[in-house]
C-alpha cells in the first residue's frame, strides 16, 4: 500500500510565495519519478512540474517557469515545489503524482495520486 499526502496550500495574495510538499509512505520511494498536476472547477488536470528519481532532471510548464522549483529528499521520501511570484491564474487544486515522467518532461504516467491540496492566490 502506498500513501501519497500533501501539504502546505492555503490563501496567499498575488505576489506572494507558498511551499507544497508531499510525503509518499514507499519502501522504494527514490525508485519513481515525482511531480505537481493542478485542477480548477470544469477544466482538465494539467502537469504543472515533474523530477525525475535522481533529482538531477526536472520539468516545468511553461507559465510557471522562472516561478516555480520542484525538489525532493529521497532520505526524507518528500517532494516539494516552492511556488513564487503567484498570480490568481495559479488558483486551483495542486495534486502530487508519483510516476514516471514521459520522454518530453511535458507529463507523467501515474503510479500514486494525492488527495489534493487547495492553493487560492487572491487579488
Known amino acids: 500500500q502506498v500513501d501519497v499526502v500533501e501539504s502546505g496550500g492555503g490563501l496567499v495574495q498575488a505576489g506572494g510565495s507558498l511551499r507544497l510538499s508531499c510525503t509518499a509512505s514507499?519502501?522504494?520511494?527514490?525508485?519513481?519519478?515525482m511531480g505537481w498536476f493542478r485542477q480548477v472547477p470544469g477544466k482538465a488536470r494539467e502537469f504543472v512540474a515533474g523530477?525525475?528519481?535522481?533529482?538531477?532532471?526536472?520539468y516545468y510548464e511553461d507559465s510557471v517557469k522562472g516561478r516555480f522549483t520542484i525538489s525532493r529528499d529521497n532520505v526524507k521520501n518528500t517532494v516539494y515545489l516552492q511556488m513564487n511570484s503567484l498570480g490568481a491564474e495559479d488558483t486551483a487544486v495542486y495534486y502530487c503524482?508519483?510516476?514516471?515522467?514521459?520522454?518530453?518532461?511535458?507529463?507523467?504516467?501515474?503510479?500514486?495520486w494525492g488527495q489534493g491540496t487547495q492553493v487560492t492566490v487572491s487579488a
Open positions: 523530477i525525475k528519481w535522481s533529482g538531477l532532471y526536472k
Open positions: 514507499t519502501r522504494t520511494f527514490s525508485r519513481y519519478d
Open positions: 503524482a508519483q510516476g514516471t515522467v514521459n520522454d518530453r518532461g511535458t507529463s507523467m504516467s501515474i503510479s500514486s
